[in-house]
């Protein structure tokens, strides 16, 4: 598949378990953060975001949870799907509206 | 009814040849940006512009030339075109220059041989 000779770091779940994703940002004075899913062959899209001021934010299925202290973003998968196999990016807003993404994880679904 | 699309999808070109690249937009955004990504899946903005004015440039050989005939659409001109340019471009669009969302296109893939 695509991510065949990729070297980003890959997680693997059973079908049904639940997913966390991580991510390490750089820059202390970001204040929003938002994390994309990249399916083969497709763009990047929107999955949910955060802001500085809150540490947890749920959608359906998913929370972001935000680590200010060590600059740390994590996105929580419950019952994770076949249909969420994909590429995940976490990226921090910087001066600009400019994203800055991070290097990316390879999420696998097991069935 | 994409609200991002972009054309080509796939661009295959010889080197030192130049090729553009269309971007629309039909979601009423004032701010569109261009990203390249590359073979490790590395995502990097290249230019933002709003309501038709350059408002981010970032380090980027100036044979590429961006352009916004209207708000709607932000094409990208490339010339001379290198090994090193073969990858995925992306368009995107935001409501704003400050609202942060930012939604994407489907991607163009250039193949520089």
């Known amino acids: 598949g695509e991510s065949v000779g990729l070297h980003l770091p890959t997680l693997s779940v059973q079908e049904g378990d639940n997913s966390i994703i991580n991510c390490a940002y750089s820059?202390?004075?970001?204040?929003?953060f938002i994390w994309y899913k990249q399916e083969s062959g497709k763009g990047p899209q929107f999955i949910i975001d955060?802001?500085?001021?809150?540490d947890k934010r749920q959608g359906q299925r998913v929370t972001v949870l935000l680590n200010k202290t060590v600059k740390h973003l994590s996105l929580q998968i419950a019952a994770t799907q076949p249909g969420d196999s994909a590429v995940y990016f976490c990226?921090?807003?910087?001066?600009?509206?400019?994203?800055?993404f991070g290097a990316g994880t390879i999420l696998r679904v097991k069935s | 009814d994409t609200a991002v699309s972009q054309t080509p999808k796939y661009l295959v070109t010889q080197m030192g040849n130049d090729k553009s690249i269309k971007c629309e937009q039909n979601l009423g955004h004032d701010t569109m940006y261009w990203y390249k990504q590359d073979s490790k899946k590395f995502l990097k903005i290249m230019f933002s512009?709003?309501?038709?004015?350059?408002?981010i440039n970032e380090t980027v050989p100036n044979r590429f030339s961006p352009k916004s005939p209207d708000k709607a659409h932000l094409n990208l001109h490339i010339n001379s075109l290198e090994l090193g340019d073969s990858a995925v471009y992306f368009c995107?669009?935001?409501?704003?220059?400050?609202?942060?969302?930012?939604?994407f296109g489907p991607g163009t893939r250039l193949l520089v041989l």
């Open positions: 512009y709003n309501n038709k004015e350059l408002i």
């Open positions: 955060i802001r500085s001021n809150m």
């Open positions: 990226a921090e807003l910087e001066y600009g509206n400019k994203l800055v």
């Open positions: 820059n202390s004075a970001s204040d929003y």
């Open positions: 995107a669009s935001s409501q704003s220059a400050t609202q942060e969302t930012q939604y």
